[in-house]
């Protein structure tokens, strides 16, 4: 199972798994967005949810934020600080994809890892529900399988 635990460490910003309504798998749209593969019903992951309402609301404090979106301030400030770590054109000192190891300029992960990230969390989804309607069989060999088959494509 190794792997698997980096991409559950990533997931800081609550994001969502399963549709509230009909139990579907959320798949990523990039920004902090989800949709429902089955309904379409959109959800946010904290860091959408505080973005969006960001948007709409110039100027707001980060406890007016934490507020209306129910994020934590805690949460909040680090995605200040995510944000406040992207490097300058021409700089030596490059933050570190904590997946692939890629140079990357802000946050934590590379773009490519951000979207394989998602993509894992989608498809352990889509075999938990499997599993359910199946009963327990083989499950477990193809989750470590798909551990593998991600690390490769990421070297
Ligand atoms: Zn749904
Ligand atoms: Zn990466």
């Known amino acids: 199972m190794s792997g698997i635990k980096d991409f559950v460490d990533l997931d800081v910003y609550n994001r ?3 549709c509230p309504k009909c139990g579907g ?16 019903y959109v959800d946010y ?11 709409g609301h110039a100027g707001v404090t980060m406890a007016q934020a934490s507020d209306a979106t129910g994020v934590k301030q805690k949460t909040i400030r680090t995605m200040l600080k995510e944000s406040r770590l992207e490097v300058a ?12 190891g890629a140079s990357i300029r ?18 352990r989804a889509r075999k938990k529900q ?24 990421n070297i």
Do not use: Q
């Open 16 to 18: 969502p798994v399963e």
């Open 106 to 123: 802000s946050g934590r992960v590379c773009s490519k890892c951000e979207v394989s990230y998602n993509k894992m969390v989608e498809d």
């Open 25 to 40: 798998v959320m798949v990523f749209k990039g920004c902090g967005e989800y949709r429902c593969e089955k309904c379409k």
């Open 89 to 100: 054109d021409g700089s030596t000192v490059f933050l570190k994809c904590e997946m692939c």
């Open 130 to 153: 499997a599993k359910m309607m199946a009963g327990f069989g083989m499950e477990r060999g193809n989750i470590d399988e798909g551990a593998k088959r991600f690390k490769r494509d």
């Open 45 to 55: 992951d904290d860091y959408g949810k505080v973005r969006n309402y960001v948007e």
